[in-house]
């Protein structure tokens, strides 16, 4: 058994952890700090927790708790992990980190396992992608080195879960409902982490970027059209998305009108995957649940990776749809 | 044409009573005064309004802009027009409120101009009746003297609009969404407004009140119970209702399959009710638009009424399916 | 391991016994026989049960591969299982139905294991409660013995899951998004059993029974207000609540602010409930998933009781928030 | 006034039709033919429709009721209005046609009135275009004539009542809700008109289309994607979106934050457009009504530009936020 501290436990990716963990066979949850809610009840603070006895525990709990061997999942606020997470590593213990803190930082592993394995198994501090990051690098690193490409376009469609649990006037119910809204048309604090991601591969080309959110909680669709300098082939390019995840416990490619689906991800791990090119385009179409595989999902499949458990175990789950 | 002054213009309520008064055809919207977002146009704020020319103006624009037989419409806080209308008053405004503040006070009439017209064709103070009151007011009054009555049950679904603008975590779209949300079980601020509404008209019976909030924007149904001590006579509960109601230019009564929808009356200032009696219960289902007939829809009928324009002046729209 | 059959597999409750059932770790689905769609994956009929491997088997699929000591589920439309179950029980095994069939009939066990647990153990032929009737009975069935009750409201909330997933103008999107729509005011197929159910434990004051449909997929609420003839002592209520469910694994009894939940029940086998009593009323709160404890749910924890497994084998998920 | 028939009305964008002439000051509704509602209330099929007086009438009724002059606005299937709105013409109406019948045919006019007013004023026939189209062709065609295109991406994302009121599984309530369902990944039947709408104004560049339904009942976003050969002048391309829509009654031009927004164009004929370049691609995101530009108001704004009325006759309608 591993025992697991969650530091900043009051979000909905902290949540989606715990609901996870709290069902893994080989992990102990053993802190759940939170700085906001400590002394309350997980359910109370999440009704869907209602059947879990956890508590959050006080600032300072990790610390108090924290032995060798012990990881720590930080779910807090950006910022707040860039000190606290190497602390942890020099007390022994091993670390993943849900917020953007550490991705574009060389000292931490990138967390996207279909694409950085080996780095995660060995690493002290993993960098879980973001929700966006995740579901573009999943469309468009299977590309790299088919051709020059000219430019891409990433039109992205977020559930609202993905702005947190904080109050605000655009994430009311009165204001999603009905709408879907572009944002961040100036620039979207996750382009860096997808050019660098891209370019890490050898994709450099410009990405034009459009979020928006649209009135579901959870799920993400994000369609990508890869423009290449030339024709591309067919058959070469769904050659290398089978190369690329074929053996992928989580990655399920799809075709013809077969196309992915929300209700098919949420809750889960998953990820779906429609790809089809004509002539010089090749678009792509990707389904994750932003708390799954853009967020928890993800950090747990981590966690696995770096203790060397199986790597679905505890995310096996079916969808429920709704 | 009337110069009306909007006091409190940042709300949802008073958003949806600019966008009917913008288009009466004797009402000039002269101040809509906005202590959190004076300067800013009224579309900037609500994407709804862009077609509209209107600014919010500083505090104390309605003050420096009244003059003698003005309407101020008072959409702000509870508590906040306690004072500030009796000074419009004094300054030889008529008013309408559309918070609490004047709906358990003598001073004001009280705005159900289906049962009040004669009242609030002569104030000076309107108290505008809340939304949960409106809807059961106009389901229970007209069983007014039709035998003793044991227990009455209200149990109400409300758009999330109803909760206002002001960020809560309880009514983000993540949270709302999915659920059906009952709340006040220990006691909710409208049911003194319900149960003095009824006592005035001689119905005295203890009232057990519980609403809900339903993953909707606007709308609201009520389902009334009135349990009576003997059987009713069903032909005199349904003539009782159409004498009440036969020549409402707003009230619609349905029978048999035809059942209130909301769909039917947002938008709009109308109320639908079905009512049917088995035995000794009388079921009335009443469906307004909460911030329609119980709120802004209402506040203008009842400023018609005060102004002795036609009563439905700038109020027959017919609503967008949505 | 028991094989399981389920007979009438492409509607929604099918597909959450399926979800239910594959990752159950005594049961082995053996068909899954379907009539509209023989040959197609499950995962392309419904996307959520994308990543299982299972087919829609042939009509008579069941009947070809049935053995003796297995078990036949019935998910098909109310009148199929009527003489289909009575013959796969001639053969040897033992059924579960999901329709109404049985429900009023004495030759079956009624299915509600809080209050039926030992029939249910015994019975060949188990009638699964539907959702209103589930829902209504472990509300009301505690104030058995409590009082002379004069009359019982019952206001019902359901997702449109249980309208079932065969195509109607009033189960489009269109028609059900910002509704809340009573229905079936003039009598509705399921209260002569929320009657049965009552009366048959003592209870048989006469039922004002108001179902709702709201704009969410799955998850119901139920508002039961039991009009007693005299006060009744709020701690024998509690009491009375206590005894009957204390022990349940899966209803949970809230109390104060903290009331039932949709998010906290939908995707399991729970139910939560909040009880009050003022004077000579209870209302009790009550809130199941209209797919969980309202069908497939309480389906497999009837196969587990039948079986003598441990009754939540398999029905410990977490909810997934969304 | 002027006698209008709609012919085929019982779809969502009749009833639309119905709601917006039903105010029209110069315009009488007189027959609404309906082969499937004959006899019955507009508002018992379209609870939105309620306070109209308006019945649908039997097959047969446009031809027994039409005189010269009159007009007829077509809204049944594809297919139907071939032969029948020519013989209308014959007969002295002028015609307008809410199905494809007409869209690709040179006898009648394209009615997309900012770019073809003049054809729409003099045409017995216009055929009102499809609302991907529009929205597509308001986005797209103010770029003609600023250089070589190299591909357009078109992501379109739908409100459901786009895909009409006949039942459908894909449509219904538990299908949409919680998902974004890409569609036509193998071609959509709007792409023909799409891509011939902009080659007659000289933008020949292969089209890439992905629409999508998202969980909304009315509304369309479609953010275009144009990459050019060569960088383009930013300032050139605002130019050009000024020059073509300055002057419009209905399209909105924003800029910065202010992003286009379904609430706002929602029960409207309003179009909003956000136009942004950088380096070769051009950014528009635009937002209509479906049921609005896209259908019904469309054609009421073709209807007043065909008889000589002011263009935005009876299409002044402030949004209602929901």
Not at 259 to 277: I, Q
Request: proline letters at 6%; glycine letters at 10%.
């Amino acid at each position: 058994m591993t025992r697991v501290h969650v530091w900043g436990s009051s979000g909905y990716a902290a949540a989606e952890t715990i609901r996870i963990l709290s069902r893994h066979p080989e992990v102990e949850l053993t802190t759940l700090e939170s700085r906001s809610h400590a002394g309350q009840n997980a359910g109370d603070h999440f009704t869907a927790l209602r059947n879990l006895p956890h508590r959050f525990d006080a600032p300072g709990s990790v610390f108090e708790q924290l032995r060798s061997g012990d990881v720590v999942i930080a779910a807090g606020n950006a910022g707040d992990a860039r000190t606290f997470l190497p602390e942890c590593v020099a007390r022994g213990a091993r670390t993943i980190d849900l917020s953007s803190d550490f991705r574009l930082d060389a000292s931490a592993a990138y967390g996207l396992p279909e694409w950085n394995r080996a780095s995660i198994a060995a690493a002290d501090i993993v960098a879980n992608p973001g929700c966006y990051p995740t579901a573009a690098a999943l469309a468009i690193l299977p590309l790299a080195g088919m051709g020059s490409i000219r430019t891409i376009v990433i039109d992205a469609k977020s559930g609202v879960s993905g702005a947190g649990r904080t109050p605000r006037v655009d994430t009311l119910f009165a204001e999603v409902s009905g709408d879907v809204r572009p944002y961040g048309l100036g620039g979207h604090r996750h382009q860096p982490e997808i050019e660098r991601t891209l370019c890490e591969r050898g994709i450099d080309a410009p990405v034009v970027f459009t979020p928006h959110v649209v009135p579901i909680v959870r799920g993400m669709l994000v369609d990508a059209y890869v423009v290449f300098e030339r024709p591309v082939d067919a058959d070469a390019v769904e050659s290398a998305f089978v190369r690329a995840y074929g053996a992928s416990a989580f990655v399920r490619l799809l075709s013809g009108d077969r196309v992915p689906s929300l209700p098919s991800v949420v809750g889960t791990n998953d990820a779906e995957l429609h790809v089809d090119a004509r002539d010089s385009v090749v678009r792509i179409v990707c389904a994750i649940d932003n708390l799954g595989k853009g967020a928890a999902g993800q950090a747990v499949q981590n966690l696995n990776i770096m203790l060397g458990y199986p790597e679905a175990l505890s995310l096996d789950a079916r969808t429920v749809f709704c």
